[in-house]
């Protein structure tokens, strides 16, 4: 059940879940943006295969509390990260994105 509540939160959009797939789309110049999301994707899906494969290790390490407890606090640094240092891209074209960033 907690994994269906997990699945249905990043499907409606309700969670960090979305934004990196979002910022990927945005984040790299025109000329390379095929390499970059490719890159990006890679990487997204190889850091959730690490958090899938140490999660149980995790738990016997660190008990259930704490473990939960770190990804907390992943996830407000998360949210430090998003509100601090993405911009926001609402309304604007790929090109004038592109130029804000480059800036």
């Known amino acids: 059940m907690t994994s269906l509540k997990y699945v249905c939160s ?18 790299f110049p025109l000329r390379t943006r095929g390499k970059g999301i490719s890159l990006a994707v890679l990487t997204n899906f190889g850091s959730n295969a690490i958090v899938t494969f140490a999660f149980s290790p995790l738990k016997e390490l ?33 090109e004038e994105i592109e130029s804000k960033i480059l800036k």
């Open 10 to 27: 990043m499907a409606l959009k309700i969670s960090f879940g979305p934004i990196s797939w979002l910022m990927v789309s945005e984040i």
């Open 62 to 94: 660190l008990g259930a509390e704490n473990l939960f407890l770190l990804f907390g606090v992943i996830a407000l640094l998360s949210l430090v990260f998003v509100v601090t240092s993405v911009p926001e891209t609402k309304g604007l074209t790929l």
